[in-house]
């Protein structure tokens, strides 16, 4: 009888270690973009419960289970900013592959659209103005600034890449560059040698211009808005190397594994060789562009970014005319999804822009801008609310001195500082209606401070 007594022991010790076995279970899957399957780090959690995670920086993620069996299948739900919230079934102990859609905001004041020009022939719909489009247009020399003049409502003076909106002046343009204000985006400012932008199109993920109902986080923008953003995590390396008589470009990309990316170029233009292929060696130039960007994922929740950018440009002529000018920029930004609707993102940077301009034995000025600046974003979806707010900080020290013929020189110089704060809330009556309620608190300090509210309201339906 202790016989069967210590069997029947054995097979529950055995059966318990069995059931046992099975707990916790896991589910494995990857969460991507559906168009350009770049992996996202959503999260994702099992309905009616308060299981859940955050998909890695490569989008993959694991959920342990602790009351499900092997082969039972579970509902998953995923939810990322920006993307449409996805259910899906999972089985437990089978890799799945999740693929999300953009939810575009139909109200969102940023729009970018061209013209016939990039438009498909047969529907004649308008389409967004991609990046191979600014290599591709006639007479852009890649250059997305240059680029933007054939959309709907911006022009440009004559062998410029300044921009005008709706009729208004280059200078009531502002310009972004990943969430960093950037008061001198040309390689020099007189009017004949604004063709080209400081911004290299190698590293540049997309752009937006806005030439109305600007959004309240953009201050000191009077007839539009033109918001870069460089390229940010990469899935797999990239990049190239072409050189010409004109100079050397070059570009790489280089995913770190769980760490980030790293994203660079370097580009030398000169004119020697050219000058002297087509005798007029009278002129001459230099420029040389750098940027560096490293984006580090800290955790799952947080990522830091570190950016870098140097362009200098110079001219000289036999006449006697000379002009230089210096871009350098260097800042980071911080960015937490403190939340699975909610993310902040704080930027702080340095930007210093330094031009000299002469004409021999005649006029020489000297111009110096020093900018600090910071900012802080949040947005907050709530389904039918999606709250944005934020602010802004800005100190400017700016100098400038001339020099002319007869001895005379001159100089000037004024600091002043702009706080600035927003909130946004994109409200969603239907699927096809939404409304825009929000406002910009600003205050800028000189010889007094001065303080605006600025109230922005706007509609929305969809026909079709």
């Not at 905001?105 to 967004?128: G, I, Y």
């Not at 489009?133 to 007479?139: K, M, W």
Request: aromatic fraction near 10%; proline fraction near 3%.
């Amino acid at each position: 009888m202790n016989i069967f007594l210590f069997v029947f022991l054995s097979l529950i010790i055995l059966g318990s270690m069995e059931l046992k076995a099975e707990f916790p279970v896991i589910i494995e899957g990857k969460v991507v973009d559906k168009e350009t399957r770049d992996p996202l780090p959503a999260y994702v959690f099992v309905k009616g419960s308060d299981v859940g995670t955050s998909a890695d920086y490569d989008g993959t993620f694991k959920l342990a289970l602790e009351s499900i069996h092997t082969g039972d299948a579970v509902i998953l739900e995923i939810f990322q900013l920006g993307y449409r919230r996805k259910e899906a079934f999972a089985r437990v102990g089978e890799k799945i592959l999740i693929e999300l859609d953009l939810e575009p905001l139909p109200s969102h004041e940023v729009l970018v659209t061209a013209d016939s020009m990039v438009a498909e022939e047969e529907t004649q719909k308008t389409v967004t103005l991609k990046k191979m489009d600014v290599y591709t247009l006639p007479g852009t020399a890649a250059d997305p600034l240059y680029a933007s003049h054939i959309l709907p409502g911006v022009n440009s003076l004559p062998d410029s890449s300044s921009l005008l909106i709706r009729g208004g002046s280059s200078e009531e343009v502002a310009y972004y560059f990943d969430g960093i204000e950037i008061e001198h985006p040309f390689l020099t400012g007189s009017l004949h040698e604004a063709y080209f932008s400081i911004f290299d199109n190698q590293v540049i993920q997309g752009f937006s211009v806005s030439t109305s109902g600007f959004h309240t986080k953009f201050g000191d923008a009077l007839s539009g808005i033109m918001d870069i953003a460089a390229k940010d995590s990469l899935s797999s390396g990239e990049g190239g190397i072409g050189l010409s008589i004109m100079g050397l470009n070059s570009y790489v990309g280089i995913p770190i594994k769980r760490v980030g990316s790293l994203i660079g170029s370097y580009n030398r233009g000169y004119s020697d060789l050219m000058t002297k292929i087509n005798n007029r060696e009278e002129s001459e130039f230099d420029t040389e562009n750098a940027f560096i960007k490293l984006n580090i994922h800290l955790n799952r929740a947080n990522s830091l970014r570190v950016l870098g950018m140097m362009d200098q440009y110079d001219f000289a002529h036999d006449s006697g005319f000379s002009t230089t000018s210096q871009n350098m920029l260097a800042g980071f930004s911080l960015t937490s999804s403190l939340a699975k609707n909610l993310a902040t993102t704080l930027t702080i940077s340095r930007v210093h822009h330094k031009a000299f301009f002469e004409v021999k034995d005649i006029l020489q000025n000297d111009f110096e801008d020093n900018i600090l600046q910071a900012r802080w974003d949040t947005s907050l979806d709530l389904e039918s609310h999606f709250l944005e707010f934020g602010a802004d900080i800005q100190g400017r020290n700016l100098s400038y001195s001339y020099e002319q013929e007869s001895g005379q020189s001159e100089a000037y110089g004024v600091k002043g500082t702009r706080l600035g704060f927003y909130f946004s809330d994109k409200f969603r009556f239907s699927d096809n209606f939404y409304l825009t309620l929000g406002g910009r608190l600003s205050a800028l300090s000189l010889r007094n401070t001065e303080v605006n509210f600025d109230p922005r309201f706007s509609l929305a339906c969809f026909l079709t």
